[in-house]
């Protein structure tokens, strides 16, 4: 099967929900090939756009780059053109482009470009990180505003008209001001991405400035939910999205906002809670604690007798 171009790519995850699947661990704290298939493969059955193999809910930070290519390959085997697959890459610019080309290699059609690590930039040379990544391979690429990684729009208009296959703005600061200017200055140019943690809160919001797409974590555990949640906030049905936000997102972020970490951790607990085990979270992160999952699993037990599921 042919791979996507990046143009092919971007217009693909603007359709529809987007999937950052868990990344799962064995006893021994490997990758768990098996269970990591199993998952995929249920996950293709709902309505997806897109899936990004070893992101940021996948633990990208707690791979080895080879780790990261195994996952990856492991994903596009699985997937069988079923969704694009996506890759994480990041740390430096020269550990980035090697994720780049082990992507493209593994037969990913796109990749996520996450901050580099540790330091801050100014906008030069983030610009130089970004372009060297779309120089190193033919994917295409979309760019994660985020943390120490926040491109202007003057920045991101540059990297357009250099690199052809930047294809996608991912933001994930929230600031509406920025994501107005960078919409007005680019249009459709680029696809663009929410990538708030816990995205459906920022869901509908967003949507009015043109971010069609966005996230979900919570997509692993409760694909049901996650996928009539954005049915709900595409044809801007405020009641539906009220309720699932009152009913689910806000109290699950009750627990995950208790400790730094539970982003990640909180979607490997609902995986636990659905009879998915995805092994632990690797270090520096902690899994939640036993009275902490089992308030989650009441959370997941209450979905079918919740304002919501009568709403959607």
């Known amino acids: 099967m042919a791979r996507m ?3 092919e790519m971007a ?10 699947p868990v990344t799962p661990f064995d006893r021994d704290n490997g990758f ?8 995929l493969d249920w996950l293709c059955g709902y309505d997806v756009a897109g899936l990004f193999a070893a992101g940021g809910t996948g633990e990208f930070f707690s791979l080895a780059p080879s ?7 492991t994903a596009v085997e699985e997937t069988r053109g079923r969704v694009p697959v996506l890759a994480g ?6 550990i980035a482009k090697q994720m780049a080309v082990a992507a493209e290699r593994a037969g990913a059609d796109g990749i996520l470009l996450l901050p580099p690590y540790l330091v801050h930039s100014e906008q030069e040379g983030l610009a130089a990180h970004v ?5 190193a391979t033919k994917l295409g690429v979309i760019v994660y505003n985020r943390d120490n990684a926040i491109v202007t729009e003057d920045t991101l208009a540059g990297l357009c008209e250099r690199c052809p296959n930047l294809v996608g703005y991912k933001d994930g600061i929230g600031d509406i001001e920025l994501m107005t200017r960078v919409h007005l200055r680019m249009g459709d140019r ?3 991405i929410g990538g708030l943690p816990t995205a459906e809160t920022y869901a509908l919001p967003y949507l009015e400035m043109g ?3 966005y996230s979900s974590a919570v997509f692993n555990f409760v694909p049901e939910f996650a996928t009539k949640f954005y049915a709900a906030v595409r044809r801007r049905d405020r009641k539906t999205v009220q309720a699932g936000l009152r009913d689910f997102i806000l109290p699950l972020l009750t627990i995950r906002n208790r400790r730094k970490g539970y982003a990640v951790s909180i979607i490997k607990a609902g995986m636990r809670v659905i009879g998915r085990d995805s092994g632990p979270v690797r270090a520096p992160l902690h899994d939640l604690t036993e009275a902490e999952t089992e308030q989650l699993a009441a959370l997941v037990q209450g979905l079918a007798r919740s304002s919501f599921a009568a709403a959607a």
């Open 211 to 213: 971010v069609t797409t």
């Open 67 to 73: 780790e990261v290519e195994t996952v990856v390959r």
């Open 190 to 192: 680029l696809t663009y």
């Open 89 to 94: 890459a990041g740390y430096g610019t020269e």
């Open 32 to 39: 768990d090939a098996e269970r990591y298939r199993s998952n």
């Open 131 to 135: 372009e060297a990544v779309c120089a």
């Open 11 to 20: 217009q693909q995850l603007g359709s529809g929900l987007l999937s950052f």
């Open 5 to 7: 171009t990046p143009n």
